[in-house]
Every structure is written in C-alpha cells, then in structure tokens.
C-alpha cells in the first residue's frame, strides 16, 4: 500500500469512527457557510432596492469606514433616492479618506447641483474632470456645468462646455436645444441656429428648440 492511500485509509477510519453529534455539528457549520453570502449592495442598487443599498452599505461603513466602494453605492443609491443632502454629507466623508475617487467626486457635484449650491457643484464636477477625465460621466458632467454657466449667465463659457458634451454625446436633443440657447443670449445667432435645427433634428417635438427657432432675428 502507498503511502497516500494509507493516509486515506487512515483519514476514513477515523472520520467514520467520529462521534455522531461531532459530524452532524461540521455538517451544520458547513451548510450555514455556504448558505450565508455577504449582502451585495452593489446588486441591490442595480436592482432598485435603493433603501436595502442604503441600510447594506452604512453597515459595511460601521465595519470599515475607509470602504470607498461602500461610499460609491451609498452616494448613487442616495441619490436615486432624492436625499441629496445625506449624499452630500457622506459623500465629503468618503473625501476624507480618498480625495480623488472619481465616483464620490461625481456624488457629491451631482448631489450640489441638485440642491441648486452651483458653486460648490462647478468645484466638484472640475475635480472630478481632473480626476477622471476619459470618465463614463464626462459627458453629463459638461451639461451640467454648462447649465450652471447658464444659470451664471455666462453664455461663452455654457458654450464651450455644452459643446463638449454634445461632442461627446451627440444625440440628446436636449443637449443640442440648451447649446442654442447659450449660443441665442451670447447672440450668436446662427451657431444658435444649427444647434436648435440639429435639437428638432433628433426629436421634432422638442420645444425648446422650436421656441428658440422662432426667437431668432
């Protein structure tokens, strides 16, 4: 007989001369191993059980506070949930502990906007250009900042940023009409023209676009 094979035969001697109880307990430990998977907040935030993402993703903090993946999926599902202000707060928490992530840098900028804290909204979403600037959220990022230029009545610089983000995303008409109406009030007419006519281009039933068509000298 081998050596392995004695081992084995060893091994199986002894687990079949165990005690009952002592294998039924190693049978019950093992099943409740398998069974108990950690919570994905991640899938839940996918699945659009925000409030569950939420609860998960506070308790994986408790755990560890310098988890910026729990950050993440707090401060989108947060978001999703309208409760900007809480994104905000853990959002700059998460700073604290990584000043670039890219994810919460965009959390936060989202979380300003929607408050209407433009100031503090532009700081964030440059940062996070600064950061990520080949990122997923580039695109919208540029609206946005474009609409805060709008809103600062800064028409050249709304321009220059709307025009990035139908550069990169050139098929959201409504994009295309909010270029128009930067390009309208810094009157440059025609450049506002093409955007408009490029907005109803896409969607015919876009009405700023047609409003701002008719507007035009």
Avoid: C
């Avoid at 928490?93 to 990584?98: C, I």
């Avoid at 940062?127 to 997923?136: E, F, H, L, T, V």
């Avoid at 281009?201 to 008719?214: F, H, K, M, Q, V």
């Amino acid at each position: 007989m081998s050596i392995s094979s004695g081992l084995r035969a060893a091994l199986t001697f002894r687990a079949a001369n165990k005690p009952a109880i002592v294998l039924a307990a190693l049978a019950v430990v093992a099943t409740v191993a398998i069974g108990q998977q950690p919570p994905d907040a991640l899938q839940m935030y996918r699945e659009g059980r925000y409030n569950q993402a939420v609860e998960t993703t506070l308790g994986e903090l408790d755990d560890n506070p310098r988890n910026m993946n729990a950050y993440s999926v707090l401060g989108w599902s947060l978001l999703a949930l309208g409760r900007y202000e809480e994104a905000v707060e853990y959002g700059l928490q998460g700073l604290q502990v990584a000043p670039s992530d890219q994810r919460v840098l965009h959390i936060v900028g989202e979380a300003r906007f929607q408050l209407g804290d433009d100031p503090e909204a532009l700081e964030y979403f440059q940062r996070y250009i600064a950061a990520a600037p080949q990122g997923n959220l580039v695109p919208q990022v540029y609206r946005n900042i474009g609409e805060i230029l709008i809103r600062f009545e800064e028409y050249n610089r709304a321009d220059i940023a709307l025009s990035t983000a139908v550069h990169h995303n050139g098929n959201n008409a409504g994009w295309w009409a909010r270029l128009g109406y930067a390009r309208e009030q810094a009157e440059e007419f025609e450049s506002a023209r093409s955007a408009y006519e490029r907005a109803l281009e896409l969607n015919s039933a876009n009405t700023e676009a047609a409003g701002g068509l008719e507007r035009l000298p």
